[in-house]
């Protein structure tokens, strides 16, 4: 059975930093590129970054290019979220998810309040 299980989300001020960790379980992980989303209240779900299987290739929305860097360790059956320079607009609900598979973890809460 696939689980996903996102950690690494608090409290922030505006301009720290966070590392959000997404640990997979259940499937062969280093087959699949794997996506961060986020929700904000009363918004829709919305793609953050990705990555391929073999982690070579990464995308961002624009919103957080420059800033936001995803990761994976294969060997860990693990992708990272690191978040610099943070904004309250960065506030959500984050949430990992295998591409081509409907699995979702319970999503790890990010706040960036001074």
């Known amino acids: 059975q696939v689980q996903l299980v996102e950690s690494g989300g608090g409290l922030v001020q505006p301009g720290g930093s966070l590392r959000l960790s997404c640990a997979a379980s259940?499937?062969?992980?280093?087959?699949?590129?794997m996506r961060w989303y986020r929700q904000a209240p009363g918004k829709e779900r919305e793609l953050v970054a990705g990555?391929?299987?073999?982690?070579?290739?990464?995308n961002y929305a624009d919103s957080v290019k420059g800033r936001f860097t995803i990761s994976r360790d294969n060997g860990k059956n693990t992708v990272y979220l690191q978040m610099n320079s943070l904004k309250a607009e960065d506030t959500a609900v984050y949430y990992c998810?295998?591409?081509?598979?409907?699995?979702w973890g319970q999503g790890t809460q990010v706040t960036v309040s001074s």
């Open positions: 998810k295998i591409v081509s598979m409907a699995y």
């Open positions: 259940g499937l062969t992980f280093s087959k699949y590129g």
């Open positions: 990555i391929s299987s073999g982690g070579a290739g990464t």
